[in-house]
């Protein structure tokens, strides 16, 4: 699904289900979860730091229904095919079962920590979040079911809860040692508000989202992106090697992110090997930018906070390695175009989204321009939208 794809009406999902399952529509509840962009902060969730995220307006729904027996049954509108299980299965890790092991690897930590489900249940689902395009589609999956799941059932799950339930079946049943970030922001996130949290402590702090006559433009670089995971995991044991050579050395921390960048200047040397100084120089940086770009925001200096859009890009590029041609050709192209005061890679970067904050004036000479030359160079088309904040996840039916 490309950005541009028509957006699912989630009133259709009530009706649709009825169709698929028979039985009355006021007994199916809808619960919402949205995507995220990462306003700056990028890679050190799982190193201790700070990042600054928001929910948008772009989301997935789950409609769902307990059954009678203990049947577990998935729909997706999108997705041919129906999955089936029985709730007393022990929802392992299947490569064949596609979508359904985030739904799973949900279930299965659910039943570990003592959920005791007396039936099964039914649901459907529908993402307006294009799949793998970086602005967390499997982690709006994986809470929103998490969510629509706790509430049927009366388990009344937290929401922090329901962020580390998301991210341990991101770990245990798809490879992925993701950090909380995407998780946390779309379990807590708030309309017209960002959230700095901070992943050492789990403390979080909401801001204002003022942007003014500015809006965030979300760019898709289409890109299919392969080796994106286990260059995920390459970056974090390279972080890992790092920290164990600073402590090791005598560095008295327990994650990069505890270090500011002057005492990093001190111990610099201490790691021995130009890639791994890098991988903690950008950390370092990047954790102080947050700072600087909450404040900004709240100062209301949208010019501050493009420029350090602009340096956390350049730093992701340069010193952590996770960008590409086609998240620096549409980065480039936006920071070059009229009314565009920065721009940045969003999310784990090797392909999928990036952000620009872009007057609303210019938005239309903006997407025009910024998709002409990355076709142009790419040779295939991004996909944009001008997004707004959204909800964490939510009841809506
Ligand atoms: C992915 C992960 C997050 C975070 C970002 C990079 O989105 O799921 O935990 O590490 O990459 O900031």
Redesign the pocket.
């Known amino acids: 699904m490309s950005l541009t794809a028509r957006e699912y009406d989630p009133r259709e999902l009530v009706p649709e289900f009825v169709r698929i399952y028979g039985g009355r529509g006021e007994d199916v509840a809808v619960f919402s979860s949205p995507a995220r962009i990462?306003i700056i902060?990028?890679?050190?969730?799982?190193n201790g730091g700070k990042?600054f995220p928001a929910a948008i307006n772009r989301y997935l729904y789950v409609a769902i229904r307990k059954r009678s027996d203990t049947k577990v049954v998935y729909n997706d509108v999108r997705f041919p095919g129906t999955f089936e299980f029985d709730i007393n299965d022990d929802f392992a890790f299947d490569k064949k079962n596609d979508y359904a092991n985030y739904l799973n690897g949900i279930l299965s930590q659910m039943k570990a920590r003592g959920c005791r489900f007396g039936c099964g249940f039914e649901i459907l689902m529908v993402s307006n979040v294009p799949a793998g395009g970086?602005i967390?589609s499997s982690?709006a999956l994986e809470c929103g079911f998490a969510y629509a799941v706790s509430e049927t059932f009366g388990f009344g799950i937290g929401r922090i809860e329901i962020a580390k339930l998301g991210?341990m079946s991101?770990h245990n049943f798809m490879g992925?040692n993701?950090?909380?970030?995407?998780?946390f922001i779309i379990a807590t996130g708030k309309r017209n508000f960002a959230e700095m949290l901070d992943c050492a402590t789990l403390e979080y702090e909401y801001a204002p989202l003022e942007l003014g006559d500015y809006r965030f433009v979300v760019m898709n670089t289409n890109k299919v992106r392969k080796l994106a995971d286990s260059k995920?995991n390459e970056r974090r044991g390279e972080c890992e090697e790092a920290l164990r050579r600073l402590r090791a050395g005598g560095v008295d921390i327990e994650a990069l992110c505890d270090m500011t960048p002057a005492r990093w200047g001190e111990v610099r040397g201490i790691v021995g090997e130009p890639v791994l100084e890098r991988r903690v120089t950008h950390c370092v940086n990047e954790n102080q930018r947050v700072l600087d770009a909450v404040d900004a925001l709240r100062a209301g200096d949208l010019a501050r906070l493009g420029s350090l859009l602009k340096e956390s890009h350049a730093s992701l590029r340069d010193d952590y390695e996770v960008t590409g041609v086609e998240l620096d050709t549409l980065a480039d192209s936006a920071c070059a175009q009229e009314g565009c005061l920065g721009a940045r890679m969003t999310?784990?970067?090797f392909g999928g989204c990036a952000i620009a904050l872009v007057h609303k004036d210019s938005v239309g000479s903006f997407i025009e321009n910024v998709q002409r030359e990355y076709s142009a160079k790419i040779g295939y088309e991004a996909g944009f939208f001008a997004c707004e904040s959204g909800d964490g996840v939510s009841r809506l039916i």
Do not use: L, P, R, T
Request: proline content about 0%.
């Open positions: 990462n902060g990028e890679h050190i969730d799982y990042v970086g967390s982690s991210q991101e992925v993701c950090g909380i970030m995407d998780q995920y999310g784990a970067g």
